[in-house]
């Protein structure tokens, strides 16, 4: 399995295995309005550190993933961010991961990123 697509299954993983918590929360009546969703999420010490661990994370992620994008062109860098903050970070970042190693993966089998294969 190339390495790509494992981490575009790490991507599938986080977006299901933390959607299932994320509608649980809004089928009981929770809410994504700013007050009322930080509230759920800070309510106690422990929630508040693995809030605090994540957001941390995913401003940290998105620094690098902003100089590692533009260093290797890849396009859309806007878009990994507005979705490691309003979908997660388990999916940014494996996402952003794969598109990073697929575009390895292309330039070192001799193929362009358009697809095209290129003399040797």
């Not at 649980?24 to 994504?32: A, E, H, R």
């Not at 995913?58 to 100089?67: G, N, Q, R």
């Not at 193929?111 to 294969?117: E, F, I, S, V, Y």
């Amino acid at each position: 399995m190339k390495r790509s697509t494992l981490y575009y299954l790490f991507a599938l993983a986080g977006l299901i295995i933390t959607w299932i918590f994320n509608a649980q929360y809004l089928i009981q009546g929770g809410s994504v309005e700013p007050a009322a969703f930080f509230g759920a999420a800070m309510l106690t010490p422990l929630t508040t550190a693995i809030t605090l661990d994540v957001y941390w994370s995913a401003i940290v992620f998105s620094i690098w993933m902003l100089t590692d994008a533009k260093e290797k062109a890849i396009p859309l860098r806007w878009l990994y961010i507005v979705i490691c903050f309003c979908i997660g970070l388990a999916i940014a970042l494996p996402l952003y991961l794969g598109v990073r190693e697929q575009r390895k993966e292309k330039a070192c089998s001799g193929t362009n990123l358009a697809g095209m294969t290129t003399p040797v």
